[in-house]
């Protein structure tokens, strides 16, 4: 058993086999994806997002083992180690538990107190801390000498050597460590004459709240206007409360001059060494946690728009908008392969009619099914332009946040190098109308526009975030290997970027592959990738109608002995609810494969190759096309584009988001608008706030709904019999159940 495992298992509530074998299926290389989709049995169907924790908390554990060690083995070589000191170490369960019991051994550079140690004023310190009733002034005179100059040097020596022992106190440092958590505020204060400069702060000129309850997004607020110099913040408790904590463990007498110079001591170890140190722990501590907090949502709205409904294989016509540039039309075959491009000028009134025509006959010419224009500037003009043509095909404003980026990227250029950033952007824009999973994966997910500060988080921990959320779409929806770009299938379980190239380069040689099989063929492609990858890829070519399903290969010789038993072919089983439902899965199940994974096969087998991502459905925004056109009060169509902690952003169409603040989500109480709300959500939206030049719209939600009624406690009970799924729900719960089950 890994010596992580029970550790682990007791902190997340797992059995310490489930860890155990997580940690061994890592170990031996397998993708969080696989584990989760074909290792249920072995791991009692754990989740991505369980074994991801399993992994994230490995990686703890093992930091602070490491540094467990290596403070021991400092210790140990200075001689200092000691049966209590090493009980200590093993008592530790935190890094900063461990930090504080190294701290007196630490290597640092040299101290007031080391200096005064070496002028021989330890045993005044050491008489000090006695806080005996004595002239302690008469006996300050008895340690000066060549470097003590007077009897205050003495003192001041000996109440150095005192505030380095405060300062190094475990008991001290974890007492105060506590009253930072319960008590310190986190503060901050415009510098003088940044007043207008840092008018974007304005909120947090003169701040104040409590380290405990303060959101994450005001953190990093803070902490981005302290790092650009307009404001100065700190993290403490009230001073008199850290001190009397202090003065409570040192201070055992009554006062006499003794027990004054301690209280003088133990004021400059708080001010000088433990509050900043604290400051900068704690300040290190809510940057971390409100890193995790903004990268986890960051995370969960890629999440959401990266499972964006496609459009499917259409013909398309995608229109990249422009004013004085022109709109730059490309149009698309079924597979997104680019046919043709065009240059024209909608916003000419000279050139209108030139415009129309080509658009009609590029619409005629191309077969096409569809247009998808960029919503970004001219977006609804342009989109108002091919309305007045009349030519009855379904029409969507596509979200081209990020297309700029793509056109002008390596990968742009190496599948368009012959055309021009815009005709690249306008491709972009049509891809993703019909796959976004497949175009989107091509861009930094930084530049996609669904996150906060995210400039100002841990970029390592970012980028981690943002590739584990990637990989868990591509795999979450399956890949089409004869269709997928390199850069889909380099995000496919077991894959990378090398070994996607390999694939394409020999289904170019091949003309397609026609079975997973031949991905056995491909160089430097062994067993264990072929494990890893094989049930994600499908293969809609293929002789074997399992290799378009999400039915790994190594569970195939099953499901021919299902299809023996019911004396049909495979291809019968397909679909088949009916015969399916007649299967008992506990008859197939042998030592390698669990009634988990026999269940897996059989809902596969009922809707194979089943895309989790929604039909795509149309949507119009209201006739209004700017900021100015928005007027208090009006009720109107909108789409949700961003989820933050504080809110909702919604496209109503006027080029500005407006803002939805989560008191205007709902009518029940919610913290987080993810609660209610989704990615591309359509929401009717009640206009509250204009401010035109500052470019901001305040909405609401809940004002556009009626309030829910209230349910007496007999009718809860009784509406409970009725929607049994009601049943373990509390009342608010339950009528957010309710009212998004009549939405449906």
Request: net charge neutral.
């Amino acid at each position: 058993m890994n010596e992580f495992s029970t550790a682990i298992a007791v902190k997340l509530n797992f059995r310490a086999a489930q860890v155990d074998v997580v940690l061994q299926l890592l170990q031996e290389g397998a993708t969080i994806p696989f584990i989760a989709r074909y290792r249920k049995d072995k791991t009692g169907g754990l989740d991505e997002v369980q074994i991801q924790q399993i992994q994230d908390e490995t990686k703890v554990l093992k930091e602070f083992s490491e540094r467990k060690i290596f403070i021991e083995k400092t210790i140990t070589e200075q001689g200092k180690m000691t049966d209590a000191l090493q009980e200590k170490i093993n008592k530790a369960t935190t890094i900063n538990e461990l930090e504080d019991i190294y701290l007196p051994y630490k290597p640092k550079r040299k101290t007031k107190a080391q200096t005064a140690k070496e002028n021989g004023l330890e045993p005044l310190a050491t008489l000090m801390l006695q806080q005996k009733n004595i002239e302690l002034k008469i006996e300050a005179e008895k340690f000066i000498n060549e470097n003590v100059k007077d009897a205050e040097a003495a003192l001041q020596g000996a109440r150095d050597i005192i505030a380095e022992t405060i300062n190094e106190d475990a008991v001290i440092r974890t007492k105060l460590r506590k009253l930072f958590e319960d008590k310190a505020l986190l503060q901050s204060k415009v510098l003088a004459d940044k007043e207008t400069e840092a008018v974007k702060y304005k909120d947090y000129f003169d701040f104040s709240e409590p380290v405990s309850k303060i959101p994450s997004h005001r953190i990093l607020a803070v902490l981005r206007g302290f790092l650009e110099g307009f404001l100065k913040m700190n993290i403490a408790p009230l001073e008199e409360d850290a001190l009397q904590l202090i003065e409570n463990v040192y201070i055992t007498t009554s006062l006499n001059e003794s027990v004054e110079q301690l209280k003088k001591a133990i004021k400059d170890a708080y001010k000088r060494l433990l509050q900043p140190s604290l400051e900068t722990e704690f300040r290190t501590l809510l940057k971390t946690k409100a890193d995790e907090e903004a990268i986890n949502v960051f995370a969960e709205n890629l999440k959401q728009l990266l499972l964006s409904s496609p459009l499917g294989s259409k013909r398309v016509l995608a229109i990249d908008p422009g004013y004085r540039t022109g709109c730059k039309v490309v149009c698309l075959d079924e597979k997104g392969e680019l046919l043709h491009n065009d240059l024209i000028y909608v916003h000419e009134k000279n050139k209108e009619y030139d415009s129309s025509f080509t658009i009609q006959s590029l619409v005629k010419q191309y077969n096409i099914e569809v247009f998808a224009i960029g919503d970004g500037t001219a977006g609804r003009e342009t989109e108002q332009f091919i309305k007045k043509l009349q030519l009855n095909l379904p029409l969507f404003l596509v979200n081209e946040d990020g297309a700029s980026v793509y056109s002008a990227s390596e990968i742009a250029r190496e599948e368009f190098g012959e055309y021009d950033v815009t005709v690249r952007g306008a491709v972009s824009i049509g891809r993703r109308l019909m796959d976004p999973l497949a175009e989107l994966v091509k861009i930094d997910p930084k530049s996609i526009g669904v996150g906060q500060y995210q400039h100002d988080v841990n970029q390592t921990r970012l980028k981690e975030k943002l590739d584990a959320t990637v990989i868990s779409c591509v795999n979450k929806v399956g890949v089409n290997l004869n269709t997928a770009s390199k850069h889909l299938l380099s995000y496919v379980s077991g894959i990378g970027f090398t070994l996607a190239e390999n694939i394409i380069k020999y289904r170019n040689e091949i003309g397609g592959f026609n079975s997973r099989n031949q991905l056995l063929k491909v160089p430097r492609l062994g067993g264990k990738a072929y494990e890893q990858c094989a049930g994600f890829l499908r293969v809609k070519e293929s002789n074997n109608p399992l290799d378009a399903s999400s039915v790994h290969p190594e569970t195939y010789s099953i499901v021919e002995n299902i299809a023996k038993d019911l004396q049909v072919a495979i291809a019968s089983l397909i679909g088949n609810e009916k015969l399916l439902k007649t299967v008992n899965a506990k008859k197939y199940i042998t030592e390698e494969v669990g009634e988990l994974t026999i269940k897996d096969i059989l809902n596969e087998l009922n809707k194979p190759g089943l895309d989790p991502r929604s039909e795509l459905e149309q949507f119009e925004f209201a006739n209004i096309y700017k900021i100015e056109d928005v007027k208090t009060g009006m009720v109107i169509p909108g789409i949700v584009t961003n989820l933050t902690r504080f809110g909702a952003f919604v496209d109503i169409g006027v080029k500005q988001d407006g803002l939805v603040h989560v008191s205007e989500i709902a009518h029940q109480y919610i913290t987080d608008p993810s609660e209610v709300l989704k990615l591309n959500d359509k929401v009717q939206v009640k206009v509250l706030e204009v401010d035109v030049l500052r470019k901001r719209i305040a909405l609401s939600i809940k004002q556009t709904q009626e309030a829910p009624a209230k349910l007496s406690g007999q009718r809860f009970q009784q509406t409970k019999k009725q929607e049994p799924e009601l049943a373990n729900l509390n009342l608010n719960d339950a009528l957010s159940a309710l009212k998004n089950k009549f939405k449906k």
